[in-house]
T-cell receptor
């Protein structure tokens, strides 16, 4: 079983809609979870972190964590064409020293 | 501005040649990391360092070497033993080896074989 799994996409949503990105992880003891955005040819940029079950909102972004289901999601409200990118889910390893990354979900927001 | 600087942006390696990728940070972070990204793939950990003069192998360390002589600097050498070095190399740092601390990335170096 892969440690962090994401649908590769592409996920296509119209401008103004809600984009929903999902991630599952295999290590039950993981405590820290991150979403990074990566534009084509660029490096990853941290957009959200979440540590507790429930929702965490920051502007148009909401991260959701369900540790019992080992599931993390990212919602992007009022999606804009500038949100078109690959979104990487990352989970701290149980040894606490580095991140396990999913392969990313490609999001395309169409005008 | 505080940040992580990687250089060069693009690098070409000849057969049998070692090349060194630079990573410098002025964030006063203790922990630094090197990742490799291949097209359509997630990031894979090459080496990491918790503190000056200490570093550990990651998942794909073969063919690579690092040093951590200064807190600010964590250079990566891609040796001739790395047979498939073409990739996007990303350096990251975090405040410390605390499980709640996110990592922040430099702009990356693209390495290709001539």
């Amino acid at each position: 079983q892969k440690e962090v799994e994401q649908n590769s996409g592409p996920l296509s949503v119209p401008e103004g809609a809600i984009a929903s990105l999902n991630c599952t992880y295999s290590d039950r003891v993981s405590q820290s979870f991150f979403w990074y955005r990566q534009y084509s040819g660029k490096s990853p940029e941290l957009i959200m972190s979440i540590y507790s079950n429930g929702d965490k909102e920051d502007g148009r972004f909401t991260a959701q964590l369900n540790k019992a289901s080992q599931y993390v999601s990212l919602l992007i409200r009022d999606s804009q064409p500038s949100d078109s990118a690959t979104y990487l889910c990352a989970v701290i390893r149980n040894s606490g020293y580095a991140l396990n990354f999913g392969k990313g979900t490609s999001l395309l927001v169409t005008p | 501005d505080g940040g992580i600087t990687q250089s060069p942006k693009y690098l070409f390696r000849k057969e049998g040649q070692n090349v060194t990728l630079s990573c410098e940070q002025n964030l006063n972070h203790d922990a630094m990391y090197w990742y490799r990204q291949d097209p359509g793939q997630g990031l894979r950990l090459i080496y990491y360092s918790q503190i000056v003069n200490d570093f550990q192998k990651g998942d794909i360390a073969e063919g690579y070497s690092v040093s951590r002589e200064k807190k600010e600097s964590f250079p990566l050498t891609v040796t001739s033993a790395q047979k498939n070095p073409t990739a996007f190399y990303l350096c990251a740092s975090s405040i410390g080896f605390n499980s709640n601390q996110p990592q922040h990335f430099g702009d990356g170096t693209r390495l290709s074989i001539l």
